[in-house]
């Protein structure tokens, strides 16, 4: 998994992942204009799809603050449906391709957490228009207790002469108290009401 880090401000960092359909563009714009992971950057820390002027940045009031890096579970990073052992009978397939998170100091050595993901739906040889979803799992652990964790619906409608469809989730409002021990952020899809992925998690 490639990864890109934001210097300003020096506490978002996103991640690119190439995975199966979804295919490995290019991170920058031939017109000079800002990446698909800069846009979605911009969403998560702006909310718009542009950065405010220079003079109306936030500042980092907490040097010390360390925001975790977002870890994708293995088996979380993509789901697939398919009829069959072969790549012809894939009907569709779910995937991550960007991940970003902020984190905000609060008193007494805890902080709030923002974390956003950034996904794809595409058709397969034997699919067709329809709407797809998987579950978003985000969890939050300090060393083995998961401080907390959030469910989300993901997924999207593809019409009819499409091949396939975006979407967006940011999941704002996290609480993480003071503690000690590392803290690590884990996201993962699976199908739609199943339990969060198992198994080694990937960096």
């Not at 956003?116 to 595409?122: C, K, P, T």
């Not at 964790?149 to 993901?154: E, F, G, L």
């Not at 590392?182 to 009401?193: K, R, S």
Request: charged share 15%; hydrophobic share 35%.
């Amino acid at each position: 998994m490639n990864a890109e880090t934001f210097h300003r401000p020096s506490w978002l960092v996103a991640a690119l992942a190439c995975l199966g359909l979804a295919g490995c563009g290019s991170s920058g714009s031939s017109s000079g204009g800002p990446s698909n992971l800069q846009t979605f950057g911009n969403i998560v820390m702006f909310q718009s799809r542009t950065p405010p002027p220079p003079d109306q940045l936030p500042q980092d009031e907490d040097e010390t603050l360390v925001c975790p890096q977002v870890v994708i579970d293995d088996g979380g990073a993509a789901i697939r449906a398919q009829s069959g052992p072969d790549s012809g009978s894939l009907r569709h397939q779910i995937s991550i391709l960007n991940v970003a998170r902020e984190c905000t100091a609060t008193a007494g050595g805890g902080f709030n957490l923002k974390v956003g993901a950034e996904g794809r739906v595409l058709l397969g040889p034997a699919g067709s228009p329809g709407s797809y979803f998987a579950t978003l799992n985000m969890r939050v652990l300090r060393g083995a207790t998961v401080v907390a964790q959030r469910n989300a619906r993901v997924g999207g409608a593809i019409a009819s002469g499409q091949g396939g469809t975006d979407f967006t989730h940011v999941e704002d409002g996290i609480s993480v108290p003071p503690g000690r021990g590392d803290v690590e952020i884990i996201i993962g899809l699976n199908q739609a009401g199943a339990a969060g992925p198992a198994g080694r998690r990937r960096r």
